[in-house]
């Protein structure tokens, strides 16, 4: 590594080691971003990634893993594919590739969405697709992709026909993205949905969450009652200030 500061340095390191690329990539990015590192991943994220892949591998891959009497893969290949990529099917990084593969439904690719979805990652094997899931999974810690994934994340897991998301499969998901965000009030929301709420989640609370989370610190202290939140969001307050869970300076 030619000449640079030990803090840069570390920086090169830091961005090799969550994104998987080269020094040569990783010193690009973080020179575009004026070395800034939240800005280099996101230099690093918008940037096409190409790559040689063999269509008539990822046609065998499909296959592998379709219904014997269908032209889709169903839970039961998604359950081999994980054990092949030695993920669990709960990990956030399965996740992240049904959001690469644009895949409607949960636990479900079509040849379009899969072959689509792997030549987007750029793998045309599950040697190299294994090698993959590190930076897969590094990708939600960029807060754009973090924010496409959450809002895909909706749709994706929502039972066929249904506007809103099942409470049950909402707090499952929260768990799931917020986990990785390390929300101190998650555990709190979810415990209040169960107890005050028990309904579906509509898109509009969904997405207004994420708002919430993002602008909103966990003492509450800058947090307007006038504001244009939610009316779910608003009793969540009530009840966070209501139980002691958070004291408030009004």
Not at 97 to 123: D, P
Not at 171 to 189: K, S
Not at 220 to 226: F, H, K, M, R, V
Request: aromatic letters at 12%; one cysteine or more; a negative charge.
């Amino acid at each position: 590594m030619y000449k640079l500061g030990r803090g840069n340095r570390d920086k090169v390191q830091q961005f090799m080691t969550i994104t998987g690329a080269s020094e040569k990539v990783a010193l690009q990015a973080l020179k575009a971003s004026d070395w800034h590192l939240e800005g280099a991943f996101d230099f690093f994220y918008s940037q096409p990634q190409v790559s040689a892949v063999n269509t008539r591998h990822l046609e065998d891959i499909f296959n592998r893993y379709k219904e014997p009497n269908g032209d889709m893969i169903m839970v039961e290949g998604v359950s081999q594919l994980c054990n092949d990529l030695q993920v669990d099917p709960q990990d956030i990084v399965m996740l992240v590739i049904s959001w690469h593969m644009k895949a409607a439904t949960m636990c479900e690719f079509t040849r379009e969405e899969f072959i689509g979805g792997l030549q987007s990652i750029g793998v045309d094997s599950i040697d190299k697709f294994r090698g993959k899931l590190p930076s897969l999974r590094a990708e939600i810690k960029d807060d754009n992709k973090f924010r496409e994934i959450y809002n895909f994340a909706f749709t994706w897991a929502r039972e066929k026909g249904q506007k809103s998301l099942s409470l049950e499969t909402a707090i499952g998901m929260w768990q799931l993205l917020f986990a990785e965000r390390n929300w101190p009030l998650l555990d709190h929301w979810c415990q209040f949905l169960e107890v005050r709420h028990n309904k579906a989640i509509s898109r509009d609370t969904w997405a207004q969450l994420l708002e919430f989370v993002k602008t909103i610190d966990p003492q509450l202290s800058n947090y307007d009652d006038e504001g244009a939140w939610p009316y779910l969001i608003d009793e969540f307050v009530e009840y966070l200030t209501e139980n002691g869970f958070v004291q408030r300076n009004k």
